[in-house]
């Protein structure tokens, strides 16, 4: 079984800073592209940023220059480190990865999220 979990959530006063991190678990052969998305009350959720395994990045535009998404492929682990933050980047920050597990093609696979509120 594959277990992704995120870590790192709370309450952030405007212009402050998080770090979310995104722990891989199981049988694990190999992660492809991961990326952060992130769901508002009453909004769809939306790809906030993403990584390949070659550590080519992509960012919504809203995000970019703020925010900075990294991986650390020994530790099956991504981070994204949020700069500047915003009362709109208040949400739900969820984990997805790419994970190929043995005699299995490779699946997408969800964490259950971990919640940001930026709030004076």
């Known amino acids: 079984q594959v277990q992704l979990v995120e870590s790192g959530g709370g309450l952030v006063q405007p212009g402050g800073s998080l770090t979310l991190s995104c722990a891989a678990s199981?049988?694990?052969?190999?992660?492809?592209?991961m990326g952060w998305y992130r769901q508002a009350p009453g909004k769809q959720r939306e790809l906030v940023a993403s990584i390949t395994a070659g550590h080519s990045t992509t960012f919504t535009d809203s995000v970019k220059g703020r925010f900075a998404i990294s991986r650390d492929n020994t530790k099956n682990t991504m981070y994204l480190q949020m700069n500047s933050l915003k009362p709109e980047d208040t949400a739900v920050y969820y984990c997805?990865?790419?994970?190929?597990?043995?005699?299995?093609?490779?699946?997408?696979?969800w964490g259950r999220g971990t919640q940001v509120t930026v709030s004076a």
């Open positions: 997805k990865a790419s994970i190929e597990v043995r005699l299995s093609p490779p699946s997408d696979y």
């Open positions: 199981g049988s694990i052969v190999s992660i492809g592209r």
